[in-house]
């Protein structure tokens, strides 16, 4: 085995592939941009090498100073993750070059299923089955139609290059062909640099079910099972289990031969993910994934494997650690992905400072993989994703038990996240009964992502007491004078009983809440109701808060004005407003196309003097792997644009201006 391991990736990847190498005795180098040299994935190393400046083209996507942090840490191997180079031959050959074990695949397996086309085809000479479609080589836009025609609607049209739901759309009509075409290649060509497209029949309820192999040196290739990543949002995964629900033997050991198969066919070594998507009528060869896959540990937690360990001794020129007939499948488990993002708008990534970041603790069936911590900011640089809940059980539904508490113990505040959109996924009757398909979350939308109710009063009470506590926490104390009634934290007033009236209001609705101290506790009075309450922070870091009588702990956070609280499984983001200053404030984005988000312009679609529609696409913003197309607010005339290509833009920065309405 190889004694030392550079880890060329960040975040919860570079965590996570350092625990299982510094069991294994081997010593762990991260790398890090000028945005991560506090990242916890720095700290979780033996030793860390700077590589360069935020942006991942000039530092995690930078073959050189990767090599050079190699050469300089004296690494004998280098582990490129998953994300990032890990599908990039020619950084494997690089790193061969240099002298260094390369933990993956032969680059000329990557060439092979780098491309969706040329792996098809591939796969269709291997005898694996793939969709009706065309993946050739003339990507005339007639001749794309063409073929689409053949194909039939719906259909969809997918970048050749690259995944997680980039450069895709799926197209009903013949009519909509052409500007579905147009935005799958801008899209392609700005997160991959290849604008190339294949087109395949779109199956209307398919199940995305992918299937884990390893191979090694020595002749043998197995595999460990399949899951079930069906539950996306924009054709990008949100929760996945092992094993598929409902998945029969017949079935189950089919895929797995046909993955095994598709393994073989491209000479691969080490870890890999075949794709499928299926429904009633069979199953069909999606693309293949050559690198170890985020979802990973579920596959851990059925099968006792820890997969970077085979990944590690497969590199280092070990056979594989068990045969085929070895490898069992035990119990059930469920992994659901905490992103920095808001449902509420489209899931648009969102960026700042951890406030909090409180998650469950691992023990019996629950692990957590992360790379953030409580004061860690979320860069608008890499993936929004905060951590990922791994829960295992003897049966799906006691693991699903597992993950709905998890999820319930955990707070996020400082950015919107998807934290309550997983409990009402994990909590779905159709989720519950298992065996969804990919569009369950679009066609469950008024459910899953229903805007939230008016706070009850419950809320607004323990919001409120969470402000009094925070406020007694951060109050001066006299320690010359302890026992004077003028430094005590109690809000203790003279011959009065203290009173305070706070100014809360949620989603831009004022929720005024009134306090009268009574004794020990306060009289609160909000939302029509009159609760009887008091609170005190835990050991934990929770608030103990007791109304009526009923003790229950709560999550509090609070950064300025901006409140967090997350209550009975839910999360709630209440503002304490200060009255004068919102007397004065006005919204000046009216007239303008602000930036929804900071990131970097790669389209302007706008010029002055211009007649636009509501909804006209003017600005091509892309931030945090996401393209955003910023329509116009409203019918009008350009009056100026305040944007260029190649220009970084901050959240709120004008775009477009108009001209005044007469």
């Known amino acids: 085995m190889f004694p ?58 930078h073959i050189p100073r990767i090599l050079d942090a190699a050469r300089r840490a004296g690494a004998a191997a ?52 793939v969709l009706p479609g065309y993946h050739g080589a003339d990507q005339d836009p007639e001749v794309l139609a063409a073929h689409a025609a053949r194909t039939g609607f719906p ?53 995305h079910i992918e299937v884990q192999v390893f191979a090694d040196t020595h002749g043998n290739a197995v595999h460990l099972f399949e899951r079930d990543c069906s539950a996306q ?62 979802e990973h540990p579920v596959t851990e937690a059925i099968t006792g494997f820890d997969l970077v360990e085979w990944q590690l001794r497969v590199a ?30 489209d899931f648009a990534p969102s960026i700042g400072r951890l406030a909090m970041l409180r998650l469950p603790a691992a023990g019996e069936g629950v692990r957590v993989d992360t790379g953030f911590r409580t004061g860690d900011t979320v860069s608008v640089h890499y993936d929004a994703m905060l951590a990922k809940l791994i829960c295992h059980g003897p049966t799906r539904a006691e693991a699903l038990a597992r ?12 950015v919107a996240s998807n934290l309550d959109l997983l409990a009402r996924i994990a909590a779905h009757p159709a989720f519950v009964a298992g065996g969804i398909d990919t569009g369950f979350i679009a066609r469950e939308a008024a459910t899953l992502l229903a805007p939230q109710a008016a706070p009850p009063a419950d809320v607004l009470a323990a919001a409120a007491l969470g402000v009094l506590t925070q406020e007694a926490e951060a109050a001066p104390a006299n320690p010359a004078d302890p026992w004077s009634p003028w430094t005590q934290h109690d809000l203790w007033w003279l011959n009065l009983a203290p009173e305070r009236e706070l100014a809360l209001v949620a989603a831009d609705t004022p929720c005024p809440v009134r306090l009268r101290r009574e004794g020990a506790a306060w009289r609160i009075e909000a939302a029509d ?41 839910e999360t709630w983001a209440l503002t304490l407003s200060d009255p004068v200053a919102a007397a004065e404030a006005e919204d000046e984005s ?59 833009v901050e959240e709120g920065q004008a775009l477009v201006g108009f001209v005044e309405p007469a």
Not at 20 to 41: C, K, P, W
Request: with cysteine; glycine share 10%.
């Open 4 to 61: 030392s391991l550079l880890i060329a990736n960040r975040g919860e990847i570079a965590v996570r592939i350092a625990r299982t190498a510094r069991r294994m005795g081997i010593e762990t180098i991260a790398v890090f941009s000028d945005a991560d040299a506090g990242a916890l994935h720095v700290a979780a190393a033996d030793r860390a090498v700077p590589i360069g400046p935020a942006p991942a083209r000039e530092s995690y996507l």
């Open 78 to 129: 280098i582990h490129p993750g998953y994300g990032f180079l890990s599908e990039n031959a020619e950084f494997a050959e690089a790193c061969a070059a240099a002298g260094l074990v390369w933990v993956g695949p032969p680059p000329a397996a990557m060439r092979a299923m780098g491309s969706k086309s040329a792996a098809k085809a591939l796969m269709e000479q291997a005898g694996v089955p």
């Open 155 to 207: 259909l969809l049209i997918k970048a050749v290059a690259g995944g997680g739901g980039r450069g895709m759309r799926v197209v009903t009509a013949p009519a909509a062909f052409a500007p579905a075409l147009a935005a799958a290649r801008q899209e392609a060509a700005s997160a991959f640099g290849d604008d190339r497209v294949l087109i395949e029949r779109y199956l209307q309820r398919p199940r």
């Open 233 to 294: 949002r924009r054709h990008q995964k949100v929760m996945e289990e092992a094993p598929a629900p409902g998945l029969d033997p017949a079935r189950r050991a089919a895929m797995g031969q046909a993955a095994v198969a598709c393994a073989r066919a491209v000479g691969y070594v080490g870890a890999g993910t075949v794709e499928f998507v299926a429904d009633a009528d069979g199953f069909f060869f999606l693309e293949m994934n050559t690198r170890l896959q985020v």
């Open 316 to 345: 280092a020129g070990e056979p594989l650690p068990a045969a085929q007939e070895a490898i069992r499948c035990t119990g059930h488990a469920i992994e659901a992905r905490l992103y920095a993002e808001d449902p509420a708008r």
């Open 403 to 414: 993950l709905r508490r998890a999820l319930a113990e955990s707070e996020i505040a400082g």
């Open 529 to 569: 109701a009159v609760r009887v309450g008091s609170a005190a922070r835990g050991a934990d870091g929770r608030l103990a808060v007791t109304l009526d009588g009923v003790r229950e702990n709560a999550g509090f956070a609070r950064d300025g004005a901006r409140i967090t609280l997350r209550w009975r499984g």
């Open 590 to 648: 009216g007239g303008r196309l602000v930036a929804p988000i900071p990131g970097q312009v790669t389209a302007v679609l706008a010029a002055p003097g211009q007649t636009v529609v509501r909804g006209e696409v003017l600005v091509v913003l892309e931030a945090m792997k996401t393209v955003f197309r910023l329509g116009a607010p409203a019918d009008g005339v350009v009056a100026e644009v305040s944007c260029r290509v190649g220009e970084t």
